[in-house]
């Protein structure tokens, strides 16, 4: 038997047991220690005991167990999620959904994808700021992205790029091949990348010189995120175009690749702006007054700046 460490690469179909329980992967990850088995159901599905045979159980035991499986699976303890979530659902804001089935979602596995990522320290909102709904709305649409992050770079490897420019999910300092390389600071490579944060998806850059991988800009701060998405993409179907003060979609003359959203909806756009003898990757939208870059734990704006776009 396998048994559950920390530190260790689990691929999809591993089995471990941890504190006398199974459990089969869900997603494969590298472990760590405050991410064991049975606080991170996004990872980890657990075992139902009739589930295996060791061969050493007598008759009794067996039907003991077979009785449990069958007339109190109900009540089990399972962290598997059981409530199927639709894709229109998944587009509705949480205040949207009516409170019965919110508590449905609650208890059967809706909002397990992000509680695991808060659970493992992902800085998704400021949770100091906002009320237990705030917190659950959050963590709604946390979950949402996560999951959907997960489904295009399954289809990304298993069909490959549907197009020029592709987001792939990524963790800590693992950049993806074929990243979109945007420039050089100092002696590491700045890529794009984008991350869920206070309810939007943010545009940043992404590094494994960075502390965990990533760093988006909200707000005037730099946050730090080790889950996020790569741009992976070919430049032979994609170009940048020069770009000066607030963006204008209608005069830009070719389409752009969205990035991301703010959390009212408003689209974001890649940018890539030249800062202190270096171009970094940053965000571009019809509401703000120039390109914003994370830098130096705060956000800079530049004011003449080059979109991103389908050639």
């Known amino acids: 038997m396998q048994y559950w460490e920390p530190g260790t690469h689990y691929d999809l179909g591993s089995v471990v047991e941890y504190n006398g329980h199974r459990y089969r ?7 760590q220690s405050d991410w064991t088995p049975d606080v991170t159901p996004a990872l980890w ?3 139902q005991d009739g589930d295996h045979n060791e061969g050493h159980h007598n008759e009794g035991h067996q ?7 069958h007339h109190d699976a109900p009540r089990h303890e399972t962290q598997q999620p059981q409530v199927e979530v639709h894709h229109e659902e998944r587009e509705k804001h949480w205040y ?9 979602l609650e208890i059967g596995g809706g909002l397990l994808a992000g509680a695991a990522l808060l659970a493992g320290g992902y800085a998704a909102f400021k949770a100091h700021e906002k009320n237990e709904e705030e917190q659950k709305a959050q963590t709604w649409a946390l979950s949402n992205w996560i999951r959907e992050a997960e489904a295009r770079t399954a289809q990304f490897y298993e069909y490959g790029p549907r197009g020029p420019a592709t987001w792939v999910l990524s963790k800590e300092k693992q950049i993806p091949a074929n990243a979109i390389l945007v420039g050089r600071e100092h002696s590491w490579n700045l890529f794009i990348c984008r991350a869920f944060y206070e309810g939007g998806i943010q545009v940043g850059k992404a590094s494994n010189a960075f502390k965990h991988g990533a760093v988006v800009g909200y707000k005037h701060e730099e946050i730090h995120l080790g889950v996020y998405e790569v741009l992976v993409g070919d430049m032979n179907g994609l170009r940048w175009v020069d770009w000066t003060g607030r963006l204008d979609l209608s005069q830009l003359g070719h389409r752009p690749v969205e990035g991301g959203r703010e959390r009212d909806g408003t689209p974001l756009y890649i940018a890539e702006a030249p800062y202190n003898d270096a171009v970094h990757p940053g965000k571009a939208s019809e509401k703000l007054d120039g390109a914003y870059i994370p830098y130096d734990s705060t956000e800079k704006k530049v004011e003449s700046y080059r979109v991103l776009c389908y050639a």
């Open 96 to 104: 949207d959904i009516d409170d019965h089935r919110k508590k449905e």
């Open 45 to 47: 599905g657990r075992m």
């Open 63 to 69: 039907a003991q167990q077979h009785h449990e499986k």
């Open 25 to 31: 992967i869900i997603q494969s990850h590298n472990s």
